[in-house]
């Protein structure tokens, strides 16, 4: 009897263990909604003028500066330390308050750029989401902890507080975090382009 049941057992695993393994295909598409909500903000000038690849160099763009992004003026690079140590530090200027002066340089505390892995500035929808999806390219392993980030980081809130002259990103930093959680829940999907 035990015997007859251990065969039927070893009949019957295999194909559950099987329909099991493969989920029903998720449909990407509430993903995808999700990350072009996310990469609106990304891809801001107020998010994508410091996310610049390995040259360091920030970008100016907006009401202030005319709508075509121009490289930051008076030679400003960031370099390894991507925080300017080692020719003329960002903070030098950029104080953890936004200058009242027309043209006076914005501000937020440790003003500086992030790594050149996280250059968003010039790139497609498509690229920035393959590299933000990747664990080993994002500064941050954990997806809470980039929701931590978004919420509490004195450089994004600046985002939608940049001053006068410059225009916010569209949502709140509330909105995007939620936005980034639920995509991430979603399963990370990506656009093809
Ligand atoms: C010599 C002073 C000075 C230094 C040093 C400096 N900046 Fe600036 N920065 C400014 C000024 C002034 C503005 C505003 C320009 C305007 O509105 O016309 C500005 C604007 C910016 C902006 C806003 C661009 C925009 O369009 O919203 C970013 C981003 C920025 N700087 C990044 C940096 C980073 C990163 C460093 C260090 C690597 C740095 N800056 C070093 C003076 C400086
Ligand atoms: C003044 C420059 C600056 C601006 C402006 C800025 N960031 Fe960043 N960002 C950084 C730096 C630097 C880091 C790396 C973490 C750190 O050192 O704080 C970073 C990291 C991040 C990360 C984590 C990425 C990862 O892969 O781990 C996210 C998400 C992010 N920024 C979102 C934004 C958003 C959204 C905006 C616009 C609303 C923005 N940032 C504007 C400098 C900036």
């Given at each position: 009897m035990i015997r007859y049941a251990l065969l039927i057992l070893l009949i019957a695993c295999p194909a559950e263990a099987v329909a099991e393994a493969q989920?029903?295909?998720?449909?990407?598409?509430?993903?995808?909604?999700?990350?072009?909500?996310?990469?609106?903000?990304?891809?801001?000038?107020?998010?994508?003028n410091c996310h610049v690849g390995e040259d360091g160099v920030p970008m100016w763009s907006g009401a202030s500066n005319g709508p075509v992004a121009?490289?930051?003026?008076?030679?400003?690079?960031?370099?390894?330390?991507?925080?300017?140590?080692t020719y003329l530090a960002c903070t030098a200027c950029h104080t953890p308050r936004n200058s009242e002066m027309p043209h006076g340089p914005p501000g937020a505390v440790d003003w500086k750029l992030p790594a050149p892995e996280r250059q968003w500035f010039d790139k497609s929808?498509?690229?920035?989401?393959?590299q933000f999806r990747?664990?080993?390219?994002?500064?941050?392993?954990?997806?809470?902890?980039?929701?931590?980030?978004?919420?509490n980081d004195g450089k994004v809130r600046w985002g939608w507080s940049p001053g006068p002259g410059r225009a916010a990103p569209p949502y709140s930093a509330d909105q995007l975090a939620a936005f980034v959680a639920q995509w991430d829940k979603s399963g990370a999907p990506c656009p093809e382009q």
């Open positions: 989920p029903p295909a998720r449909d990407p598409a509430p993903g995808l909604a999700l990350w072009s909500r996310i990469n609106e903000v990304f891809s801001h000038p107020r998010c994508a121009r490289p930051h003026g008076m030679n400003i690079v960031a370099g390894d330390s991507r925080n300017g140590a929808s498509a690229e920035i989401c393959r990747d664990p080993r390219l994002r500064g941050m392993a954990s997806i809470d902890d980039v929701v931590d980030h978004i919420r």
